[in-house]
C-alpha cells in the first residue's frame, strides 16, 4: 500500500540551531576544523618533554601557565616545564601532561610524585583524532537529537537546513462529543481522539496541528473540512466513516473534490479508514472514531507518511517473539496491542494486552505498540516472530 508515499515531500527551511532539535536534517553537516582542532590538554597539570622525564628528571622549573583559551606557548627549555589547564593548547615542544595530582608545586618547581609512571602524549587529545576538517559528521535525514546539536554547533553552523514542519489540521466528528472541562450528560461521550492524536503527532515533531470538534451535519461539515483543507498539507479526521446514518465523511470529502484513494482496509482495528488526496494533494487521512482505531490507524499510517514526507529516512523494521499464542478469524491483518520486554536470553518478547473492542482504549496505556499478524495466518503459536509496531518509534 502506497500511503506512505502519498503525501508530497515537505520543502526545506533554515531555522537557528536554537530551533532545530526534533527536527529532520535536511543538509550533511560537514567538520568546520579538525576536531580536536589543536592537540587538545586532558587535565589540569604540566606539560613537559616526555624524554627529560624519562631520563630521570622529576623536578621541573615552571616557566609558564598555559590557560584554556590562551595562544600556543612554547617550552624552549626541555628541562623546564608549564604549567597547563584542561583545554588548553598543548605548549609547542612539549609531549606529556602529568596530572595536578601526581605533582607537589612549590616556589615556581613542580615535583612528580615518586614513582608516577607515564608514556609520550598521555593526556593529550591529538589534533583530528575524533574527525578531520571536512568530512560528513552528520548526514542528512534524521531528526536532530540534542547530541546531533552538539555536533551541528561545534561544526560552528548557527543555523540548518531542516524540512519545512507539514501542517496538520485534526477533526473529530460526532455529536456526541463533549471535550474534557466540560459539562457532560448521560448520553454523551468524552472526546478524547482529537487530543490523543495531537499528542502522537507532536511526540514525532510535529507541533502545527490544531484541533476542530464538528458536529455530524452535511453542511457544516463541508464549510469547516473545505476551510482547512484550504490552510493543511495533512488532515487527519476521526470519526464518521463507517455505515452509520451520519457517517458524512466520505461524502463530504467528495464533494470537496478529495480524490478517494480507499475506503476501507483489511484490518482490524481500523476497518473503516478512509484515504484521499485533496485538490492540492493534501493527504486526508479519514479514521475510524473508534479510538483504539485511530490511534493504531495515526501510528501505521499517518506518523510513516509524515516522516517520509519529512525526508526522514525509514527505521529499520522491528520484530519480537509473541509470548502467548493467540487464534484470529482470517482474512484481516490484526493489530494486537502489546507490551514488550527482553528475556534473560536477550530475546525481545511481546505480551498481548487484550482490549475488549476497538472501543476499549483504556488498556492501551502502558502497552508499548502492537504486532502486526498477517491475514493469511489465523493461529500464531506463542515463540513466532512477528512485526512490532512501537507507538513511539514510527
Ligand atoms: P464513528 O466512527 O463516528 O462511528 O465512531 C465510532 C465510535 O467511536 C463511537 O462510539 C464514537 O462515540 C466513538 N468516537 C468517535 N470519535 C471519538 C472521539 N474523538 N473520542 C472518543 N470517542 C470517539
Ligand atoms: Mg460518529
Given at each position: 500500500m502506497a500511503i506512505a508515499e502519498s503525501v508530497p515531500p515537505l520543502d526545506v527551511e533554515e531555522v537557528a540551531l536554537a530551533d532545530a532539535a526534533g527536527r529532520v536534517l535536511r543538509q550533511p553537516v560537514c567538520a568546520e576544523r579538525d576536531q580536536p582542532p589543536f592537540d587538545r590538554v586532558m587535565m589540569d597539570g604540566i606539560a613537559v618533554e616526555f624524554a627529560t622525564l624519562d631520563s630521570g628528571q622529576r623536578r621541573f622549573r615552571i616557566a609558564a601557565t598555559q590557560h584554556a583559551g590562551d595562544r600556543e606557548q612554547s617550552?624552549?627549555?626541555?628541562?623546564g616545564c608549564i604549567e597547563v589547564m584542561t583545554g588548553a593548547v598543548l605548549p609547542r615542544g612539549s609531549d606529556c601532561v602529568i596530572p595536578v595530582e601526581r605533582l607537589l608545586v612549590n616556589a615556581g618547581f613542580a615535583e612528580v610524585e615518586e614513582g608516577y609512571e607515564t608514556q609520550q602524549f598521555r593526556f593529550i587529545h591529538k589534533q583530528g583524532s575524533d574527525f578531520r576538517e571536512g568530512v560528513e559528521v552528520l548526514p542528512p535525514g534524521n531528526a536532530i537529537t540534542p547530541m546531533d546539536i552538539a555536533v551541528i554547533a561545534s561544526c560552528g553552523l548557527g543555523r540548518v537546513r531542516v524540512s519545512r514542519l507539514p501542517v496538520v489540521r485534526v477533526i473529530s466528528t460526532g455529536n456526541e462529543l463533549v471535550a474534557a472541562g466540560r459539562p457532560i450528560e448521560t448520553h454523551q461521550i468524552r472526546l478524547s481522539n482529537g487530543p490523543a492524536l495531537v499528542a502522537m503527532l507532536a511526540r514525532q515533531g510535529f507541533t502545527d496541528c490544531a484541533h476542530d470538534h464538528l458536529l455530524d451535519n452535511e453542511q457544516l461539515l463541508a464549510d469547516r473540512i473545505e476551510a482547512h483543507l484550504s490552510a493543511a498539507d495533512v488532515l487527519i479526521l476521526s470519526g464518521g466513516?463507517?455505515?452509520?446514518?451520519?457517517?458524512?465523511v466520505p461524502q463530504v470529502l467528495a464533494d470537496l473534490?478529495?480524490?478517494?484513494?480507499?475506503?476501507?482496509?483489511?484490518?482490524?482495528?481500523?476497518?473503516p479508514m478512509w484515504f484521499g488526496l485533496g485538490p492540492r494533494q493534501q493527504a486526508v487521512f479519514a479514521l475510524p472514531g473508534n479510538p483504539v482505531s485511530s490511534l493504531v490507524c495515526c501510528r501505521q499510517y499517518v506518523l510513516p507518511a509524515l516522516h517520509r514526507a519529512s525526508g526522514r529516512h525509514a527505521r529499520a523494521a522491528e520484530v519480537a517473539v509473541l509470548d502467548e499464542t493467540v487464534i484470529f478469524e482470517p482474512a484481516l491483518t490484526n493489530f494486537l496491542p502489546v507490551r514488550v520486554h527482553t528475556d534473560t536470553s536477550g530475546i525481545l518478547r511481546a505480551s498481548p494486552v487484550s482490549t475488549n473492542t476497538s472501543g476499549d482504549f483504556a488498556a492501551l496505556s502502558g502497552t508499548d505498540g502492537y504486532v502486526e499478524l498477517a491475514r493469511e495466518i489465523s493461529k500464531f503459536n506463542a515463540g513466532c516472530q512477528v512485526p512490532l509496531h512501537r507507538w513511539d518509534t514510527p
Open positions: 617550552l624552549s627549555d626541555p628541562a466513516v463507517s455505515m452509520g446514518k451520519a457517517d458524512f473534490g478529495v480524490t478517494k484513494v480507499f475506503h476501507k482496509i483489511s484490518q482490524r482495528p481500523g476497518k
